[in-house]
């Protein structure tokens, strides 16, 4: 069904003519034509066919059970008129483009076989009634069941209902109660007919109006899920692209939402603190993860007390401050830890590792202060009273290494006697 319609303001609430069935918008009522044209134009070639034939097969039925007699060949021949022209009518409907000419075409095709319906009494008066029967009930097939625009549908039954009055009265001279008594009959059938046939077009058209409406909807609807996949496509890229340049970070990388709660971290992260992907998970609050690392000792002991309370500080507090704290890991590793809250009220902490200059630190203080030394031999004391050559001390306690050599002063006065030294000299 080809629904699509305009998007314009007549669009929103259709209205329809004051007297007969069709949109006042004339856009719209294209619309529901070309809906429905297919359907339509079954249904008049169908009932134009089926009178053409028994228009045809009236003739012969009266040759078979009346024979020939004087008003049988003019009939006959006003019979293969309009059964002609009923059949030709549906044979030239298909190739007709307007929907206009399709109903003009079946109304020529209906005007004639009335005509001749009404004209047989003229010929037969004996049929008289049985042919006023019968012109009412075409009157009722022509409005329930003949597909025409109902104004065209109103145009045919006041032709079959005047048609039939004049050939009464002026044909027929029939009496006037029996004018008055048809007249009457026929009035009821087409009024009936009319206002019916009104109310079921125009509840067609409505219902053609919801689907309308409905695909529309369906349409937009359409288009807005369109708009999300793509936006979701392009999160999800996003999403995918920002993952994969945290994870390529060498420090580990934390975010933490206002409340606490994990929103991202990298694999370093949590092969620092030994968490899982599961433990790791987004929505797990930072309390958890802490708890987690106190319970697999991921934290070594040697860790500064004051940087310790101050993590678990931060994860009770609902604003927590910025901090700088230092921890060293079960694997001997020191992890540099800085956080800062973003303009949005989340946390993002880098976990820097610095063993080596934490090593090199610690190195540094351990040769600071003063080192009792022999005057004499030049020997260093150590902290637990024994005294060691200088050059074995310092090596113990940094990354220092020796070669031994002998200065010009001391060669002077080890070998300056000498005579192989006074010659090597000389």
């Known amino acids: 069904m080809n629904t699509e ?31 429905i044209r297919t359907e339509r134009l079954r249904a008049l070639r169908f009932f134009a066919i089926l009178g053409g034939l028994l228009f045809w097969a009236t003739i012969v039925a009266d040759y078979l059970y009346l024979g020939v007699c ?11 008129i309009a059964g002609g022209v009923s059949l030709a009518a549906a044979l030239f409907t298909p190739f007709l483009q307007s929907d206009r000419l399709i109903d003009i075409t079946m109304l020529i095709a209906a005007l004639a076989v009335s005509a001749v319906i009404c004209l047989v009494p003229y010929y037969r008066i004996e049929e008289a009634q049985i042919h006023q029967l019968i012109t009412v009930i075409m009157v009722v097939i022509f409005y329930c069941f003949f597909p025409l625009r109902l104004n065209y549908q109103l145009f045919l039954g006041l032709f079959l209902t005047f048609f039939l009055l004049g050939v009464m009265a002026v044909a027929i001279q029939s009496k006037p109660f029996d004018i008055t008594g048809v007249a009457i009959f026929i009035s009821l059938a087409n009024g009936v007919g009319f206002f019916t046939t009104r109310k079921t077009q125009r509840l067609s058209r409505m219902n053609f109006w919801k689907v309308v409406l409905l695909n529309r909807e369906i349409a937009q609807n359409k288009k807005i899920s369109d708009q999300l996949q793509l936006v979701n496509k392009e999160a999800e890229r996003s999403s995918q692209q920002l993952r994969d340049a945290v994870d390529n970070i060498s ?18 992260f949590k092969k620092n603190y030994r968490f899982t992907d599961l433990e790791a998970e987004r929505g797990t609050p930072r309390s958890a993860l802490l708890q987690i690392g106190r319970t697999r000792n991921a934290v070594s002991t040697d ?15 609902s604003y927590p401050i910025d901090i700088d704290a230092k921890l060293k890991l079960y694997d001997g590793r020191w992890l540099q830890i800085r956080e800062r809250r973003t303009a949005a009220g989340n946390i993002v902490g880098i976990h820097s590792d610095i063993t080596k200059m934490q ?21 260093i004391r150590d902290d637990s009273g024994y005294w060691e050559m200088l050059e074995a001390y310092l090596q113990r306690h ?26 090597d000299k000389n």
């Not at 004087?70 to 293969?80: D, G, I, N, S, T």
């Not at 420090?251 to 370093?268: H, I, M, P, S, Y």
Request: glycine fraction near 4%; hydrophobic fraction near 40%; include cysteine.
């Open 5 to 35: 319609t305009r998007t314009d303001p007549a669009y929103t609430e259709p209205l329809f003519a004051w007297f007969g069935a069709t949109f006042a918008d004339p856009q719209i009522e294209k619309d529901y034509a070309a809906s």
């Open 70 to 80: 004087a008003e049988f060949y003019q009939l006959a021949v006003l019979r293969l």
């Open 251 to 268: 420090e580990g990388f934390v975010l933490f939402d206002k409340d606490q709660r994990l929103l991202l971290c990298n694999e370093n």
């Open 303 to 317: 860790t500064p007390q004051r940087d310790i309370e101050m993590l678990y500080a931060r994860a009770a507090s």
């Open 359 to 379: 090593t090199a630190l610690e190195e540094i203080k351990t040769l600071k202060g003063i080192l009792p030394i022999c005057t004499n031999c030049k020997k």
């Open 398 to 423: 940094s990354d220092v290494s020796f070669s031994h050599g002998i200065c010009p002063v001391c060669i002077e006065e080890l070998y300056g006697r000498e005579e192989w030294y006074k010659m």
